[in-house]
């Protein structure tokens, strides 16, 4: 069965103190993994999209990166605004289209 | 550009009534898809139009639930009779093709007492 593992569930970390958020996943046929930020009463935002072992994409503070098993979110010096809940997701095999297998999140709270 | 709308942003109903939610995509985008997120629980995709078609409907949970996307554009998604376990957020994404970028609204708490 397809599946989405992301952790820690929360992390507290001080402006300026880097760390990294995990997402682990088994599907048969990876057809993309996605990065999603939310913030409270909103929906999810689109970060970013990987689509093979050993990609990376950087945004501001945010980079990205894919393994075979794992995707890493990780974040430089994080300031207050990044508080947020980062969600990853998985496209599966054909046949299944569209549809996005979401891990429960990783709650992040920066401190300034 | 306009994003993905969603109305009502909140909604509270008694067991046993009916919900129309509804959704208008970004304009272009063909694939509209619908998901929610119970308390404490992760997103779970419900079902995924291409058009006016319904490509992917393994997500719906019984068939109390009635997706449409009449002409293509806007999607509604009615509970008829709603439960308490009905209670989340329902999030309404939409994308140019189906492999593309999915754009979430900013989502329609449903509470039922």
């Known amino acids: 069965e397809d599946q989405v593992t992301q952790s820690p569930e929360a992390l507290r970390l001080q402006e300026g103190e880097s760390s990294s958020l995990n997402c682990s996943y088994t599907?048969?046929?990876?057809?993309?993994l996605f990065w999603y930020r939310q913030d409270p009463g909103k929906g999810p935002e689109f970060l970013f999209t990987?689509?093979?072992a050993g990609e990376e994409k950087e945004k501001e503070r945010l980079k990205a990166t894919l393994t075979k098993k794992e995707s890493f979110l990780h974040i430089t010096a994080p300031k207050p605004e990044d508080s947020a809940t980062y969600l990853c997701?998985?496209?599966?095999?054909?046949?299944?289209?569209?549809?996005?297998?979401f891990g429960q999140g990783t709650t992040l709270q920066v401190k300034p | 550009e306009a994003g993905v709308t969603q109305f009502p942003s909140h909604s509270v109903i008694e067991k046993g009534q009916t919900v129309t939610l509804r959704c208008d995509p970004i304009?272009?985008?063909?694939?509209l898809y619908w998901y929610r997120r119970v308390m404490g629980k992760e997103i779970k995709f419900l079902l995924h139009?291409?058009?006016?078609?319904?490509?992917?409907e393994s997500g719906m949970p019984n068939n109390r639930f009635l997706a449409e996307r009449t002409g293509g554009t806007y999607s509604t998604l009615k509970v008829q009779p709603a439960e308490l376990e009905d209670s989340g957020v329902y999030f309404c994404?939409?994308?140019?093709?189906?492999?593309?970028?999915?754009?979430f609204g900013p989502g329609t708490r449903l509470t039922v007492l």
């Open positions: 599907v048969s046929g990876l057809r993309g």
């Open positions: 997701a998985v496209r599966g095999p054909p046949g299944n289209t569209g549809k996005l297998i």
């Open positions: 994404a939409s994308s140019e093709g189906p492999t593309d970028t999915q754009y």
């Open positions: 139009f291409v058009k006016e078609s319904k490509q992917d």
């Open positions: 990987l689509y093979s």
């Open positions: 304009s272009g985008h063909d694939n």
